[in-house]
C-alpha cells in the first residue's frame, strides 16, 4: 500500500493555492470580522465582540460574501501578500497558521471533516460576538475584549 499524498496547505505556499483551496482554508471562525478600535495616540488596536453587521453570528460566515466588498466598504480582502502585514489576524487563522510554516489545527474543517469542530473547540466567536448594529457607537470601547486564547 502506498501512503496518501500530502493534503494541499501541507505542500503549497498560499500564493501556489487556486481559487477554490485558498477558500477551503478559510476555518470559519470568524474572528476577522469583529470589529476593531485604534488609539489615535498609539496605533494600539483592540479586539471587540462586536461583529460586522453581515455576520451570521450561528454560521460565523459573511451573510453575502460575494457582495461584502460593496456592502462594507472597510471589509479588507486577505491575500497571500497581505496576510503577515494584518497583526491582527489572529494567530489562529489558518492563512496565518500557514504563512508561519504552521500546520492546521485537529480542529480545522479540512482536517476534522466537520464544520462544527471549529466552533465546539472555542475557536470561532459564536456564542459570544454581537452585531454591530445592535451597539450604541458612543460607546464602542465597552465591547472590547482580551486577546483570544490561541491555538
Ligand atoms: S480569521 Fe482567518 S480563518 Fe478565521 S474567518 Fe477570518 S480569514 Fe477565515
Ligand atoms: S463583509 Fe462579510 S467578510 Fe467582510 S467583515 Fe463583514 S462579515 Fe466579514
Not at 23 to 52: F, N, W
Not at 120 to 130: D, H, M, P, Q, T
Amino acid at each position: 500500500m502506498s501512503p496518501l499524498p500530502a493534503p494541499f496547505w501541507q505542500t503549497k505556499k498560499l500564493g501556489e493555492m487556486s481559487h477554490d483551496e485558498w477558500e477551503a482554508l478559510c476555518d470559519g471562525c470568524g474572528r476577522c470580522c469583529l470589529l476593531k478600535l485604534e488609539d489615535e495616540d498609539t496605533g494600539e488596536i483592540y479586539l471587540t465582540k462586536l461583529a460586522c453587521k453581515l455576520l451570521d453570528l450561528g454560521q460565523c460566515r459573511c451573510g453575502d460574501y460575494t457582495k461584502r466588498h460593496e456592502l462594507v466598504h472597510d471589509c479588507l480582502s486577505i491575500d497571500p501578500e497581505s496576510v503577515k502585514a494584518l497583526s491582527w489576524l489572529p494567530a489562529s487563522c489558518a492563512y496565518r497558521r500557514i504563512s508561519d510554516g504552521r500546520d492546521l489545527a485537529w480542529w480545522h474543517p479540512l482536517v476534522s471533516g466537520d464544520p462544527e469542530t471549529v466552533h465546539r473547540a472555542g475557536i470561532s466567536v459564536r456564542g459570544f460576538a454581537r452585531l454591530e448594529t445592535n451597539a450604541n457607537s458612543d460607546e464602542l470601547e465597552r465591547y472590547i475584549i482580551e486577546n483570544f486564547n490561541e491555538d
